[in-house]
C-alpha cells in the first residue's frame, strides 16, 4: 500500500474514533451527522470519504452507541 493511501486510512481512523468518543454528546442522530461533517472537514477528508458513506457510517455508531441503552 502506498504511503499516502496509507496516512489517509490512518486520519480516517482518527476521525471516526473522534466521532465515537464524542456521539454522546450529540441530542440526536442529526447533529451527529453535523459534528462529524465538521470533524472530516477539518481534516480535509469530507471530499476523500464522501458525504454518503460519512451518513451510513454515522448512522451505523449512532445504532451501535445507543443500541446497550434500548432494550
Known amino acids: ?6 496516512m489517509v486510512m490512518d ?6 474514533d ?6 454522546g454528546e450529540c441530542e440526536d442522530i442529526s447533529d451527529a451527522q ?7 472537514k477539518e481534516n480535509n ?3 476523500y470519504i464522501g458525504a454518503d458513506y460519512l451518513e451510513e457510517s454515522v448512522s451505523e455508531i449512532w ?9
Not at 500500500?1 to 496509507?6: E, L, T
Open 18 to 23: 473522534q466521532l465515537t468518543d464524542e456521539i
Open 63 to 71: 445504532a451501535e452507541k445507543w443500541s446497550k441503552y434500548n432494550v
Open 11 to 16: 486520519l480516517e481512523e482518527k476521525c471516526f
Open 1 to 6: 500500500m502506498g504511503a499516502v493511501k496509507s
Open 34 to 40: 453535523f459534528k462529524a461533517m465538521k470533524i472530516f
Open 45 to 47: 477528508l469530507l471530499d
